[in-house]
């Protein structure tokens, strides 16, 4: 066990080093087996099931699942009136296709996280639904070219050698042969996203397919990278509650060379190239504390001196991550199943219109 992370836990009654441990191994493989998960950690199945179970419904962890392309990524900023922050958030966090909102510190008050199919619909999304919401008063676009990590590849590191070699991939392919999915993966996809571990059975049952079809739809798109497995963490309960976000510029020729040194460090999030804006190149991480971020820039300027840091934002708090709202404590209180496929300003305007879905009354 990390004795580090089990020191961050030490004396909770929501989390114990199992917990912890059991997160870990559904990080490494989301959809393991209880069987497995079991193994890894030394303790019956259906101990290790019925943990989860209090997890998920307490908020603390989730595993979802999100597509993995073709499409649109992009992170937008906004500026918004000073007594409306909250209540803009809470209105783009029921949108399907705004993955995440982060209020922020810096040069703007939220920052989005959003999908959408092509470079028209990201247009038509910005200026006919994002732009004229209530409290919006200015936006600015950087559109992603390449992710090198993204949050599902963060690890919490409290497994061995020996339990992690019972346990298989996080479902990232190696080879990104993406393609356009139909209807029925799509379905798949949402219902994915509600609960990345629902069984092969209840899936068929939902789609209307066999299981042996459902099974194979699901081993094709995890192969392709089209479908992505993640588990996530309440953040604030991880033993890393600060998300510190770096803007920088590098040269074109050195992107994934530095990509390389910065994703095989522990604090590391996400980080990916970028265009469309006065920085890019963008990287988060997850801190212990504050006073961890001169020390991690000092770090940053000794191993990849050639990107020079133009911006640092501070994540003040989450309304959404990756489909699930979440409370001022960072626990999910319920999911709106992403969608990257269809008209976004269409989906916008009857997410508006009919409120937000919770994870036990999910439109799908």
Known sequence: MNT?????FAGRDDVDEIDLALINTLQLDPRAPWSTVGKALGVDPVTAARRWSRLVEAGIAWVTAHPGGPQIAAFIEI????????????????WPHVMTVEHTSGGRDLLLT??????????????DSIGPLDGV??????????????????????????????LGSSGRAGSRMLRPLDETERQLVRRLCVDGRTS???????????????????????ASGSVVFRCDVAQPLSGWPVSLWVWGRVPADESESIARKLVTL?????????????????????????????????LLAERTPSLRIVDRTVALGFTKRMGRLLDSAGRSTGVVPMDVWSDPVEAARLATGHGAPTERGVSL
Do not use: I, K
């Open 200 to 222: 092969l059975t209840d899936l068929a049952a939902g789609l209307g397919r066999s299981v042996s079809t459902v099974r194979r739809r699901l081993q094709t798109m995890v």
């Open 4 to 8: 580090v992370d089990s020191q961050e």
């Open 266 to 298: 522990p604090e590391t999030r996400a980080c990916m190239a970028m265009t469309g804006g006065s920085t890019n190149f963008l990287y988060c991480t997850w801190l212990r504390s504050l006073d961890n971020a001169q020390r991690l820039e000092q």
């Open 79 to 94: 500026d918004c009136d000073a007594r409306r922050v909250q209540e803009t958030a809470a209105a783009l966090a029921r």
């Open 114 to 127: 959003v999908g959408v199919p092509d470079l028209t619909a990201l247009s038509r999304y910005v200026l």
């Open 137 to 166: 008063r200015a936006t600015r676009t950087h559109l992603v070219t390449r992710p090198y990590a993204v949050g599902g590849d963060w690890r919490l590191r409290s497994l061995d050698a020996e339990q992690r070699a019972h």
